[in-house]
């Protein structure tokens, strides 16, 4: 398997915290950095999976879950975050829980350059929304981290997000 | 063409257990004047969620009918949801889309579909085979109970005749609007318990 995108310890750490958590659902537009996350919330028949055409309408989804009940996470690249803006207003309107975990682009040995300018500006552009914003740039912490921000959110209504370093991910391979 | 608040009020008869959404714009004074509900969300701003709010609450709850109405603008900035919606095409969402082909809010300018897109067809396309389009009044009767019929994910876009109508306006407070509908929610799954 490609060694970029096999399942890392602290994805299936993440995993774990989703069942501790209750999250029964998870939506998304991929991120190879997400892969081994998406492959295990796929694989249990309890979490519901959601891929999107764009990361804001997993925004809209969370609302209406949440509005019915049950708990979700959205995964997305930072990149993704952009899209969002103006959606994440309905959960600022309506104090709902939202909880993004942002794989990083744009920081760390970026191939593309075109990852750099949102890479660069989406934890202030979070912080701008409303957000609580975290950061996971050590794979130990990182179940930690997502545990604190997912309990933040569903205890006290807030949108939160966790941005996992590009580091975490490592150096994608684009010899290939 | 269909008479935009006749048409909801008919929709809204005898709602029994539906949740209902109403996307931004005249949709939310329609479902509004059509009678006040815990149970309608009126989702005032985040224009091009209101599909995909349907479709959460359509997933959590797959008990209830859930119906979103929502206009032809507010549709289009969503249009991707469609194809979202079809990867799980529940059987209990119900999506009525009010088409009077303007945007109406802002001045009556002309939507996409004044130019000729057609929504149900491209629900279809994006796998959501029960796509219609009504025209005429006296279908919109026949549409009610198919609602309630949680038989299939349905879009039905009814060609509404444009025009200003009574200005009906419900709570616009998103934190009373979304607590009230859990809290109605939770009350009338014990009251029908």
């Known amino acids: ?176 | 063409m269909i008479e935009r608040r006749p048409a909801v009020a008919e929709l809204l008869k005898e709602r029994g257990n539906a949740l209902v959404v109403a996307g931004l714009g005249s949709p939310v004074y329609d479902v509004f004047a059509a009678g006040d509900h815990d149970l309608n969300f009126y989702d005032w701003g985040a224009m091009g969620s209101a599909a995909m709010v349907g479709l959460g609450l359509a997933l959590s709850r797959p008990d209830r009918p859930v119906v979103v109405f929502t206009g032809d603008g507010e549709m289009l900035m969503g249009l991707g949801s469609f194809a979202t919606i079809a990867q799980h095409r529940p059987s209990n969402l119900s999506i009525v889309i009010l088409d009077n082909e303007q945007y109406a809010e802002t001045g009556m300018q002309k939507t996409a579909t004044g130019f000729g897109t057609d929504l149900a067809a491209v629900a279809r396309a994006c796998g959501i085979e029960n796509a219609t389009v009504l025209t005429e009044q006296n279908e919109v009767a026949s549409l009610r109970p198919k609602l309630h019929a949680r038989s299939g994910t349905m879009v039905a876009v009814l060609k509404i005749r444009p025009g200003d109508q009574p200005r009906t306006v419900p709570e616009r407070e998103g934190t009373l609007i979304a607590s009230r509908f859990m809290r109605g929610l939770a009350a009338d799954d014990r009251a029908r318990a």
Request: one cysteine or more; proline letters at 4%.
């Open chain 1, 1 to 176: 398997m490609d060694q970029d995108q096999a399942i890392r310890p602290w994805q299936r750490d993440i995993y774990s915290v989703f069942k501790a958590a209750n999250i029964r659902h998870v939506s998304y537009v991929p991120d190879g950095g997400h892969r081994g996350l998406i492959n295990l919330c796929g694989e249990d028949p309890e979490i519901g999976t959601t891929v999107l055409t764009t990361e804001e309408e997993g925004v809209g989804l969370a609302a209406g879950l949440a509005l019915g009940g049950l708990r979700s996470v959205l995964l997305m690249q930072s990149s993704g975050v952009g899209n969002c803006l103006n959606i994440f207003t309905l959960a600022e309107n309506c104090r709902l829980p939202l909880v993004l975990l942002v794989t990083m682009r744009g920081e760390f040995a970026e191939f593309v350059p075109w990852q750099i300018p949102m890479g660069k500006r989406v934890g202030p552009a979070l912080e701008l929304m409303g957000f609580d914003v975290f950061r996971a740039e050590d794979a130990a912490t990182v179940g930690d981290i997502c545990a604190g921000a997912i309990d933040q959110a569903f205890y006290s209504n807030r949108c939160t997000a966790v941005l996992l370093s590009q580091r975490l991910i490592g150096r994608k391979n684009w010899s290939k």
